[in-house]
């Protein structure tokens, strides 16, 4: 009967919330790896087993290295500011400024407003002739590219505007773990006559270390996942310079139909997120201090 | 003025212009929303409005049932948040309360699934939609979006806080699981499950890529869905500049008055129970 009640009580509380998650993560990952081993085009009952064919495919396309190079690209120059301005904006705030609270919540809120939306503003911004970032930047007699039509630029452009919406979350973080770090630690180095900057390099990155790493992690899984900002801004182009692994796939899959080789692409983004994931577990090893 | 306030000038006017960079492209959208064809396109830059066209808020309206997309989106979070909530207690309460074997498999697949792009379920997440009979409408959003690997790992963070005590007092005093639940466990963690809440609901208002595949027809369309068909379809004639920055405006309001009422919220709460690596 005590059994009989355990089962009943285990598949109360966890298989109800199971089934949406077998349902809409669980399985479609599973069918996801299957498919990418057919020529599935959406639109057909039918299909065939093609064995690796989209895997090779993907991995012989030079629009696959270019996308792999542009999240590579994309995803290290938005993590490194990100979390550099997140650490310097948690230290600026230290210690009960007045006004604490309102820098904070400026500081934050472009985390809150939609990508969808503040992509626009920013296309307005970035407007070559009249945008602002133009007009100022020629008040400083400095170059004014054409942004987000010049392949060389629309990049940046896109980090930009990640960059600028990610940084106030990082902040909290660090915020947070700074306030962890006991004040003897700051007294000691104090009386020991560390500068301030040598009390960053000693006293405050190995305390946060962890924070740093949670951060790392959670920053490249975004930047892997970047679609908003793209679509909206450059949809992928000019000449593919814009384009992503994830983008890429969303082309493949929703515009061209190719579920087949979208899948293969996507288990291949899913083996990266994995790998990388894996590699900062370790090597934080090495650097992190819990 | 006392020694540490005049220490802390420089810290001041450094967080001032910061704070300033941060907030300005929010201002700029405002500000360009109350202009007109011409100003916008001034050489060289005029900052403010000869007269502010509030007219371009109605404008905007005219052209897009906005209203109509942001009632969409604020339901559909909503919808979303409740069910993401409450599956998630119960998940939660399961990991941190009951014993069972498998429980380290089942902690570690959810926590696997946090690491993964979630975008790499669409395609078959997609079938699974269209077979339930489900594209095109709202519910095909909310029910591909009611579990949340985020809101179980906060939600078990918080519970995992509960003294052990208190979860052992109510048992004695003959408390099932389901009383215990939602006796117990939720009242102590009410404030972290309000802030888990809080972000999810931003996050399902902000959602565009998902929603923008399962959506077609105007009228289901999201806020993000809806602003970005009214931005590529007016975005070629630049004189609309101005009423796609007040549709902007208006988009992004909801979540800016969320923010200011709640903004202790927010911020506690992802420092309070942000996931430590």
């Known amino acids: 009967m005590s059994r009989l009640k355990t089962v009943g009580k285990l598949l109360f509380f966890i298989g109800i919330p199971m089934i949406p998650l077998a349902v809409f993560w669980f399985f479609p990952m599973f069918v996801s790896i299957w498919l990418s ?19 090779t495919t993907t991995l012989t396309s030079a629009d696959f290295y270019q996308a792999l190079w542009n999240t590579a690209l994309f995803a290290v120059m938005t993590i490194i500011p990100t979390i550099i301005i997140g650490l310097l904006l948690a230290l600026l705030l230290r210690k009960g400024l007045k006004g604490e609270t309102w820098f904070r919540a400026f500081l934050f809120s472009p985390w809150i407003t939609p990508m969808v939306a503040m992509s626009i503003v920013w296309t307005w911004i970035y407007e070559p002739d009249v945008g602002l970032m133009n007009q100022v930047l020629g008040w400083f007699h400095l170059p004014q590219p054409d942004w987000l039509t010049d392949s060389d630029t629309a990049i940046w452009a896109i980090i930009i ?47 946060v270390s962890p924070t740093t790493l949670f951060l ?16 909206v801004m450059t949809q992928g182009g000019p000449s593919g310079s814009t384009r992503t692994l994830l983008y890429l796939y969303y082309q493949m899959a929703f515009e061209q139909f190719q579920m087949g080789q979208a899948t293969a692409l996507a288990t ?17 090893k090495r650097w992190v201090h819990y | 003025m006392d020694q540490a306030t005049k220490h802390s000038i420089p810290r001041y006017i450094v967080l001032i212009v910061l704070s300033m960079m941060m907030i300005f492209p929010l201002i700029w959208m405002l500000l360009s929303s109350l202009k007109t064809g011409e100003e ?40 979303i948040v409740v069910f993401q909530v409450v599956l998630a207690c119960m998940m939660a309460y399961a990991l941190t309360q009951l014993q069972f074997k498998g429980k380290n498999v089942l902690f570690n697949s959810i926590l696997m699934t946090y690491m993964l792009p979630v975008a790499a379920t669409y395609v078959p997440s997609y079938v699974i939609v269209a077979k339930l009979g489900l594209l095109d409408t709202l519910a ?5 979006n009611i579990a949340s690997v985020f809101c179980i790992f906060m939600i078990r963070q918080a519970f995992m806080q509960v003294p052990k005590e208190m979860v052992e007092a109510a048992r004695a005093d003959g408390a099932n699981d389901v009383a215990i639940l939602w006796k117990v466990m939720i009242p102590m963690s009410k404030s972290s499950i ?28 999201l806020v993000t869905v809806g602003l970005n068909q009214f931005f590529t379809a007016q975005g070629t004639f630049s004189s609309q ?19 200011i009422v709640l903004q202790k919220w927010f911020i506690k709460g992802i420092s309070d129970n942000g996931l430590k690596g």
Do not use: C
């Open chain 1, 216 to 231: 790392a992690i959670v920053s490249a899984i975004n930047a892997i996942q970047a679609y908003d900002q793209i679509q």
């Open chain 2, 40 to 79: 916008i396109f001034a050489i060289p830059l005029k900052w403010l409005p000869d007269t502010p066209q509030w007219g371009n808020f109605p404008g905007a309206l005219e052209l897009a049932p906005f209203g109509l997309y942001i009632y969409n989106s604020t339901v559909t979070a909503l919808v």
């Open chain 1, 268 to 284: 291949i983004i899913v083996v990266f997120t994995m790998l990388l994931s894996l590699i900062m577990f370790y090597a934080s």
């Open chain 2, 140 to 144: 095909g959003i909310i029910i591909s």
């Open chain 2, 194 to 221: 309000f802030t888990v809440a809080l972000i999810s609901f931003v996050q399902m208002y902000n959602n565009y890529l998902w929603p923008s595949l399962i959506v077609k027809s105007q009228e289901n369309y």
């Open chain 2, 241 to 259: 500049w101005p009423m796609i920055m007040a549709a902007n405006v208006l988009a992004v309001l909801p979540l800016l008055l969320l923010f």
């Open chain 1, 37 to 55: 081993f057919t020529n599935w085009d959406y639109i057909s009952p039918t299909f065939d087993y093609v064995g690796v064919e989209n895997y």
């Open chain 1, 161 to 207: 505007v990640t960059v600028w919406k990610n940084a106030g979350w990082a902040m909290l973080f660090y915020s947070d773990a700074l306030s962890k770090i006991p004040n003897d630690l700051y007294e000691v180095s104090h009386l020991e006559g560390a500068s301030g900057l040598q009390r960053i390099k000693t006293v405050v990155l190995p305390l």
